[in-house]
């Protein structure tokens, strides 16, 4: 909830139709990742305070869009992630092993 995430703002990574970005994996922000997703063209880390967004910075959680995070773990910059947290959704996608691989909480 601090920073609060999710597709719907309630701090979970639920999904639903409506989500065409899929903000299913909870992700635990490094600043690897966070210069990764600059580059290619989501900005993270810099506030936008018209959007109520503050701004990431290591260590936070945040639902991630799942192809992102596809893309980062296809260029080896996958940050690890709360499987806890992830929506089962992603199972679709991404092999359990892998998940495991990267899960910080688990």
């Keep these: 909830m601090d920073p609060v995430t999710g597709f719907f703002r309630n701090g979970k990574c639920d999904t639903n139709g409506d989500d065409a970005g899929m903000h299913t994996i909870c992700a635990v922000m490094t600043e690897e990742f966070l210069e990764f997703s600059k580059l290619a ?3 993270l880390s810099t506030p936008s305070p018209e ?3 503050p ?3 290591p260590g936070d959680r945040w639902c991630l869009c799942l192809a992102r995070w596809i893309e980062a773990y296809e260029a080896d910059n996958a940050p690890k ?3 806890k947290a992830t929506h089962a959704s992603v199972l ?3 092999d359990l092993d892998v ?3 990267f899960a910080a909480d688990e």
Excluded: K
Aim: net charge negative; glycine share 12%.
């Design 81 to 83: 992630i709360s499987l």
């Design 55 to 57: 701004g990431l910075n």
């Design 92 to 94: 679709a996608f991404v």
């Design 41 to 43: 063209g989501n900005d």
């Design 99 to 101: 998940l495991q691989e």
């Design 51 to 53: 959007y109520e967004f």
